[in-house]
């Protein structure tokens, strides 16, 4: 039987998988590394800029609009406009 995983676990790796809806209609596929309740860090192929509007679609758990604080690497860090419902 498999030991399900704790709160902090889950922060650290929740493994989800999300659309990012961009202005303008545009959408990419991002891997969130990363999940806290006012913001996620997320892993994807497209860019990013700093200051960007973004609506973050967790596939079966809903969306949240949320603006891109740091791009590294591939790397982008979000903060939610509203705290996260998930």
């Known amino acids: ?16 998988t999300a659309t990012i809806l961009k ?5 990419c ?3 969130i590394t990363r999940l806290w309740y006012d913001g996620c ?8 800029d700093v200051g960007q509007k973004v609506k973050v679609v967790i596939r079966g758990l809903g969306s949240i609009d949320a603006n891109v604080i740091n791009t590294a690497d591939g790397t982008v ?10």
């Open 23 to 27: 202005d303008g209609g545009s959408s």
């Open 41 to 48: 860090e997320m892993v994807s192929d497209d860019r990013f």
């Open 29 to 31: 596929d991002a891997r």
């Open 77 to 86: 860090s979000v903060h939610f406009e509203e705290e996260c419902p998930v």
């Open 1 to 16: 039987m498999q030991t399900p995983r704790t709160r902090k676990q889950a922060a650290r790796n929740p493994n989800l």
